[in-house]
């Protein structure tokens, strides 16, 4: 009888032992979804900052046509200026300036005068309002002027170079 009650309670306690790992089976199967849960929260915020960055991607250049006109009158806030090229009826500005909260509106006016220096010359700025956006981020921005109106005569190719206040050096356009 001893040896009856030995062997059930052996059999009792190996019971509870499957149990325990039974258990044990079932909480790391619930672990296991845990974790599965958390990859899939963390490949929702992945596709999160996929579209992010879809957005972030660079925005089209800010397109402005030139026009002619008193060049010293027009105030300006700051800006600087990065690169300028022309290509064909176009100026092409890489600009930086702070901001970042505020829509930033540009312009560019070129001066009346000419000089009368082979090829002619004529001075260009670009007016940046900032629209008293106090933010301080360092914005990067293409400006695309169009500078047919800066040509020294609309019919047929002709040659000018324009100075542009705050570059360095002279852009060579020849009207297309």
Avoid: W
Wanted: one cysteine or more; charged letters at 25%.
């Amino acid at each position: 009888m001893k040896s009856i009650l030995f062997i059930g309670l052996i059999a009792f306690a190996f019971g509870c032992a499957n149990h325990k790992n039974n258990s044990a089976l079932e909480v790391e199967d619930k672990e296991v979804e845990i974790v599965e849960a958390v990859d899939d929260e963390n490949a929702s915020t992945d596709t999160q900052t996929e579209d992010y960055e879809e957005d972030s991607k660079p925005q089209r250049p800010y397109q402005v046509k030139g026009t002619i006109g008193d060049v010293s009158s027009k105030k300006s806030d700051a800006y600087e200026i990065l690169s300028a090229r022309v290509e064909g009826n176009n100026l092409y500005l890489e600009i930086s300036y702070t901001g970042g909260c505020a829509h930033h509106r540009f312009e560019c006016i070129g001066s009346e005068a000419i000089s009368k220096s082979l090829p002619p010359q004529r001075s260009i700025k670009l007016i940046h309002n900032d629209d008293n956006d106090s933010c301080e981020s360092l914005v990067k921005q293409t400006i695309k002027v169009d500078i047919q109106p800066f040509a020294l005569s609309a019919a047929g190719r002709s040659n000018i170079v324009l100075f542009l206040e705050g570059f360095r050096g002279e852009l060579n356009y020849t009207n297309i």
